[in-house]
């Protein structure tokens, strides 16, 4: 998922750091952005709300990674 990556490096953000924000592991994260995994709604609604929206819960949904 390219503007999760983009969101954390951007800010120079660590996977652990953004992980706690959104309440998950790290490993979860980096499957996430591997593009094997697709968040659920609850974390993906977190991810927009710790990304002031710049990653939307929308842009996890299948075919958009």
Not at 42 to 49: H, N, W
């Amino acid at each position: 998922m390219e503007k999760l990556r983009a969101y954390i490096t951007g800010r120079s953000l660590t996977l652990e750091a953004f992980a706690k924000s959104v309440g998950c592991s790290t490993v979860h994260i980096s499957t996430i952005l591997r593009g094997k995994k697709r968040p659920s709604l609850d974390l993906a609604i977190a991810i927009e709300d710790a990304t002031s929206g710049e990653v939307r819960a929308t842009d996890f949904k299948r075919g958009d990674q």
